[in-house]
């Protein structure tokens, strides 16, 4: 008998040992809302480009919008990533990738920055219509010349009286169209140059009430259609002072601190995509014959089938580690960048090695594996692409 006093190592990293049973209650509310709100609805959003707001609402009526929010501002204070993660599976299962994304922009890339940074008079302002629906929410950092390196951002914004007056123009937005208002980044230094560290700063600017604020028309993406992206115009709109988020000169700042979420949820969906698109092959190449043999019984597709199945295992793991290290408040930038690139990497062949699997089939676009193909190409691409994460990753070594 062992006397290593050490607990054991978490060999078991499959679902049961990663969810508890209060995750299980909450898929049960995420699978029943899906099976009743999305499911049916996901082939018509997509076609469309745009997913109804209706679907927001349903969605907060659920309480599964801002599960972050805490208590005191009627929230239910959910910071386990996991709870997150279950929302995902269940969305991603039934095939709504853009309403996946669509939720990911407002609770894991704008939320973060009002929980953290917004003040007291803002939260109260703000966050109860986060978690009903009614302030659906975009990020909007990118400009059409600068996404990686966002020192390049040219909108500006000056203060007059109390107010700020906003001018410039945003592309790539997720939820630019059906949202209420965007997360901007902004140069408020004044300056023309080269930026620096305190060169921005972040407002919450809402298109209600505010002349100038125009969106274009979604932009007609390869993938994840459902979730409506677009370029947001800012021309002279006047910002309340009291809609700064967090310091002035402070944006970049806080942009970095909060990064490992966005990232790990590029992570996650990541890891759930492979999941979801292996499953769909399995079954199909069981399904399937040719030659008379099932097309699962080819050697050469079972070594592909075990090769796919060891990397999708091999990624749910690091992610969990990476979702384990979140909770606990230890996921640094380089650890979400390294979870991100490995996983969205291994979206990206995993999806495309099914794809193959699927002969001509899976070329057809309402085949599940040829969406989630489109939808994998995005992953190693916002939020940080691949060299970028590299970049963060390989600065924190040497
Ligand atoms: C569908 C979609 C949705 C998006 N949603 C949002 C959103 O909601 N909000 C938002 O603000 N943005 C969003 N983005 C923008 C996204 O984050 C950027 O596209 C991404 O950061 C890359 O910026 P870029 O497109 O300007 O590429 P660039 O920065 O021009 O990069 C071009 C190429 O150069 C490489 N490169 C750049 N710098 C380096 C370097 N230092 N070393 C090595 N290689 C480098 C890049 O990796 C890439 O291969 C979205 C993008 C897409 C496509």
């Known amino acids: 008998m062992s006397t290593d006093p050490?607990?054991?190592?978490?060999?078991?990293?499959?679902?049961?040992?990663?969810?508890?049973?209060?995750?299980?209650?909450?898929?049960?509310?995420?699978?029943?809302?899906?099976?009743?709100?999305?499911?049916?609805?996901?082939?018509?959003?997509?076609?469309?480009?745009?997913?109804?707001?209706?679907?927001?609402?349903?969605?907060?009526?659920?309480?599964?919008?801002?599960?972050?929010?805490?208590?005191?501002?009627?929230?239910?204070?959910?910071?386990?990533?996991?709870?997150?993660?279950?929302?995902?599976?269940?969305?991603?299962?039934?095939?709504?990738?853009?309403?996946?994304?669509?939720?990911?922009?407002?609770?894991?890339?704008?939320?973060?920055?009002?929980?953290?940074?917004?003040?007291?008079?803002?939260?109260?302002?703000?966050?109860?219509?986060?978690?009903?629906?009614?302030?659906?929410?975009?990020?909007a950092w990118t400009e059409p010349g600068a996404g990686s390196d966002l020192r390049g951002v040219r909108t500006r914004a000056v203060r007059e009286g109390g107010d700020w007056v906003l001018d410039g123009q945003k592309t790539f937005i997720g939820n630019g169209i059906s949202g209420d208002a965007a997360l901007v980044l902004a140069r408020t230094d004044g300056r023309t140059d080269r930026a620096g560290e305190d060169s921005f700063s972040l407002f919450l600017v809402h298109k209600e009430g505010s002349p100038g604020y125009t969106t274009g028309r979604p932009l007609e993406k390869m993938g994840l259609r459902a979730s409506d992206t677009a370029e947001l115009f800012f021309d002279g709109v006047r910002v309340p002072g009291g809609d700064l988020v967090g310091a002035e000169g402070g944006g970049l700042r806080q942009i970095r601190r909060l990064l490992p979420q966005g990232r790990l949820a590029i992570a996650v969906a990541s890891a759930v995509v492979a999941r979801e698109t292996l499953e769909g092959t399995l079954r199909y190449t069981r399904e399937r014959t040719a030659f008379g043999e099932r097309v699962a019984d080819f050697q050469h597709s079972r070594f592909e089938l075990a090769e796919l199945a060891t990397q999708v295992e091999v990624t749910e793991a690091y992610v969990r580690r990476a979702v384990a290290a979140f909770n606990a408040g230890a996921l640094d930038l380089a650890g979400a960048s390294k979870a991100k690139y490995w996983a969205s990497e291994r979206a990206k062949e995993v999806t495309d090695r099914c794809l193959q699997l699927h002969g001509g089939y899976g070329y057809i676009l309402d085949q599940p594996v040829a969406q989630s193909f489109l939808a994998a190409r995005l992953l190693?691409?916002?939020?940080?692409?691949?060299?970028?994460?590299r970049e963060t990753i390989g600065r924190d070594l040497v």
């Open 6 to 139: 050490r607990p054991a190592p978490p060999f078991d990293l499959g679902s049961s040992a990663f969810y508890e049973e209060e995750h299980e209650e909450f898929r049960g509310v995420a699978r029943e809302f899906v099976a009743r709100e999305v499911a049916p609805h996901c082939a018509g959003w997509d076609a469309a480009h745009l997913m109804p707001r209706t679907l927001w609402t349903a969605a907060g009526a659920a309480g599964l919008l801002g599960l972050a929010v805490p208590e005191e501002h009627e929230g239910l204070g959910l910071t386990d990533y996991r709870f997150r993660a279950v929302l995902d599976e269940e969305l991603v299962r039934a095939g709504a990738l853009g309403a996946a994304l669509a939720f990911h922009l407002a609770d894991d890339w704008v939320l973060p920055h009002l929980l953290a940074d917004a003040t007291e008079e803002q939260r109260r302002r703000w966050l109860p219509r986060v978690l009903t629906g009614e302030l659906v929410t975009s990020v």
């Open 380 to 389: 190693t691409l916002f939020g940080g692409t691949s060299e970028i994460l």
